[in-house]
């Protein structure tokens, strides 16, 4: 079942800003709409009260019931609109004056005496159909020595009329809040992604032959910018690794074409004519030999591929180095003799590693010794057990190498002038396993010429814990 894609960021940020947008513009507008709702009750509530002061004076000072009953009339043109409801009477008797245009019920409340002052807290409330609040107050009044009752109120048609337009206002605001900064944030965000679309379209474009392309990161975003190097960065090492693979097959290519032509060749030549059995011998044994030069190659790059591809699993032993080093010394006894050479070990120490690996470097180091060694010098190997790491050397008395040289010694297939001339069993791959092997261990192979005509190669195991002094 495939997983369903989420949506895209700019969607999901453009939602996130919008919606927050939006409830800024609602808590103001919520805010406001409260603050205005209390300013127009306020004033309301102020003018029935107002109303029912004036009312109290004069009646207290002019007014009389018997001029009031006269005209009523007077008053229902005083009051301003239908909203407001205006009732004088004295009490338990029919009113003398009733204003309530819409017939709205009062709701009970209490009587403000004549001499108390009035004040908001008299006000009572009630709902009239279906959400219109009305406040409501009474006071008693004296007129020419008669009790009076005086009623005002107020319906807030006209106020809950004006808090819907707002509302409706506010309601409006939000949603332009939305869609504004859901199409603006939109645009800056596309704008401001649009480097990470370059990269990818600059991904997509990368092909084995256009390895050297790379981001150009000026006008990115410091955000963007930590991952368009690493990109780069990426880029750097493939190359790298591309290049090293491609020197590799053709020095590989050029490498065994020699061998195989010069086989060819041989036999080309002898098939030429009838030859006796101890020419075909001759033949024979000398395609072997180099046969096996051939094999010798191929087991050294599967090696070193192998190595590459940290597949090879280290079988970590503790090593006596002293045995290590007798060990290396008695089997190239014969071969150094033959050379008029000495073999020399020195030193002690223990050491976790691959015995079979550390041997096989070991040897390559030592075969080197004996092969591009002064005849008749002496070849030293030695222990070296520091603080913090162990090194083992092989020092031999040899040709000058200049300073070029000893820098590709290690490189694939690079062999000494003296040893491409001179050997048909070099392949230029010796020290480069050895330092495959160092690499495997965590360590390093170095070379050093401390006087010229001497040589030294040290194999070095850095970690201390490794070592276990004797
Ligand atoms: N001890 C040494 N003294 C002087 N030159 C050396 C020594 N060891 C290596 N070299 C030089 O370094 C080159 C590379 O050595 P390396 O062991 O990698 O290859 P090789 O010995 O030529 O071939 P292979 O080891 O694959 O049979 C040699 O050809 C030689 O010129
Ligand atoms: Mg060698």
Same mark, same amino acid.
């Given at each position: 079942?495939?997983?369903?894609?989420?949506?895209?960021?700019?969607?999901?940020?453009?939602?996130?800003?919008?919606?927050?947008?939006?409830?800024?513009?609602?808590?103001?507008?919520?805010?406001?709409?409260?603050?205005?709702?209390?300013?127009?009750?306020?004033?309301?509530?102020?003018?029935?009260?107002?109303?029912?002061?004036?009312?109290?004076?004069?009646?207290?000072?002019?007014?009389?019931?018997?001029?009031? !009953?006269?005209?009523?009339?007077?008053?229902?043109?005083?009051?301003?609109?239908?909203?407001?409801?205006?009732?004088?009477?004295?009490?338990?008797?029919?009113?003398?004056?009733?204003?309530?245009?819409?017939?709205?019920?009062?709701?009970?409340?209490?009587?403000?005496?004549?001499?108390?002052?009035?004040?908001?807290?008299?006000?009572?409330?009630?709902?009239?159909?279906?959400?219109?609040?009305?406040?409501?107050?009474?006071?008693?009044?004296?007129?020419?020595?008669?009790?009076?009752?005086?009623?005002?109120?107020?319906?807030?048609?006209?106020?809950?009329?004006?808090?819907?337009?707002?509302? *409706?206002?506010?309601?409006?605001?939000?949603?332009?809040?939305?869609?504004?900064?859901?199409?603006? %944030?939109?645009?800056?965000?596309?704008?401001?992604?649009?480097?990470?679309?370059?990269?990818?379209?600059?991904?997509?474009?990368?092909?084995?032959?256009?390895?050297?392309?790379?981001?150009?990161?000026?006008?990115?975003?410091?955000?963007?910018?930590?991952?368009?190097?690493?990109?780069?960065?990426?880029?750097?090492?493939?190359?790298?690794?591309? #290049?090293?693979?491609?020197?590799?097959?053709?020095?590989?290519?050029?490498?065994?074409?020699?061998?195989?032509?010069?086989?060819?060749?041989?036999?080309?030549?002898?098939?030429? !004519?009838?030859?006796?059995?101890?020419?075909?011998?001759?033949?024979?044994?000398?395609?072997?030999?180099?046969?096996?030069?051939?094999?010798?190659?191929?087991?050294?790059?599967?090696?070193?591929?192998?190595?590459?591809?940290?597949?090879?699993?280290?079988?970590?032993?503790?090593?006596?180095?002293?045995?290590?080093?007798?060990?290396?010394?008695?089997?190239?006894?014969?071969?150094?003799?033959?050379?008029?050479?000495?073999?020399?070990?020195?030193?002690?120490?223990?050491? #976790?590693?691959?015995?079979?690996?550390?041997?096989?470097?070991?040897?390559?180091?030592?075969?080197?010794?004996?092969?591009?060694?002064?005849?008749?010098?002496?070849?030293?190997?030695?222990?070296?057990?520091?603080?913090?790491?162990?090194?083992?050397?092989?020092?031999?008395?040899?040709?000058?190498?200049?300073?070029?040289?000893?820098?590709?010694?290690?490189?694939?297939?690079?062999?000494?002038?003296?040893?491409?001339?001179?050997?048909?069993?070099? *392949? %230029?791959?010796?020290?480069?396993?050895?330092?495959?092997?160092?690499?495997?261990?965590?360590?390093?192979?170095?070379?050093? #010429?401390?006087?010229?005509?001497?040589?030294?190669?040290?194999?070095?195991?850095?970690? !201390?814990?490794?070592?276990?002094?004797?």
């Amino acid at each position: 079942m495939r997983a369903r894609r989420p949506p895209s960021l700019t969607l999901r940020s453009t939602l996130a800003f919008a919606i927050v947008a939006m409830l800024a513009v609602a808590g103001a507008g919520m805010y406001l709409y409260e603050t205005m709702k209390a300013a127009i009750m306020t004033r309301s509530d102020h003018a029935v009260l107002a109303r029912l002061d004036h009312f109290r004076k004069l009646l207290h000072y002019d007014l009389t019931l018997d001029t009031l !009953q006269s005209s009523p009339q007077l008053f229902e043109n005083m009051l301003d609109s239908e909203d407001d409801i205006f009732i004088i009477g004295e009490p338990d008797k029919a009113p003398l004056i009733l204003v309530n245009p819409l017939h709205a019920p009062l709701p009970p409340m209490p009587v403000v005496a004549a001499g108390q002052p009035l004040s908001a807290a008299d006000l009572r409330s009630a709902i009239v159909n279906p959400d219109v609040p009305m406040r409501a107050a009474t006071v008693e009044a004296m007129s020419g020595g008669r009790v009076v009752h005086l009623t005002a109120a107020h319906l807030a048609v006209k106020e809950m009329a004006t808090l819907a337009s707002f509302r *409706n206002r506010i309601l409006f605001a939000i949603a332009l809040a939305f869609a504004f900064t859901a199409g603006l %944030g939109y645009l800056l965000l596309r704008r401001g992604l649009r480097p990470l679309r370059r990269m990818a379209e600059h991904a997509a474009a990368i092909t084995p032959a256009r390895l050297d392309s790379r981001m150009d990161s000026s006008d990115t975003p410091v955000e963007l910018q930590q991952l368009s190097d690493a990109y780069n960065g990426m880029l750097d090492r493939l190359a790298d690794g591309y #290049q090293r693979l491609t020197q590799f097959s053709a020095d590989l290519a050029h490498e065994i074409r020699t061998p195989v032509g010069s086989l060819m060749g041989h036999c080309q030549v002898a098939l030429r !004519q009838p030859r006796s059995v101890d020419e075909y011998q001759v033949l024979l044994a000398s395609n072997l030999e180099e046969l096996e030069r051939i094999s010798r190659m191929v087991e050294s790059i599967l090696f070193l591929a192998r190595a590459d591809d940290a597949q090879a699993a280290l079988n970590l032993q503790p090593l006596d180095l002293t045995d290590e080093l007798q060990r290396v010394a008695g089997y190239f006894e014969g071969l150094a003799e033959e050379r008029q050479m000495n073999l020399r070990t020195a030193g002690e120490g223990h050491l #976790q590693a691959d015995p079979l690996l550390l041997r096989r470097a070991l040897s390559n180091l030592v075969a080197n010794a004996i092969r591009y060694a002064d005849e008749g010098s002496t070849i030293d190997i030695r222990v070296v057990a520091g603080d913090d790491s162990c090194r083992l050397e092989v020092d031999n008395q040899g040709p000058v190498l200049n300073d070029s040289a000893l820098d590709k010694l290690f490189d694939r297939f690079y062999r000494g002038d003296a040893s491409r001339h001179q050997r048909s069993d070099s *392949n %230029g791959l010796g020290l480069a396993i050895v330092a495959a092997i160092m690499q495997l261990h965590g360590g390093a192979v170095t070379v050093t #010429q401390p006087v010229p005509g001497r040589i030294c190669f040290s194999l070095v195991f850095a970690a !201390q814990d490794n070592v276990r002094k004797a």
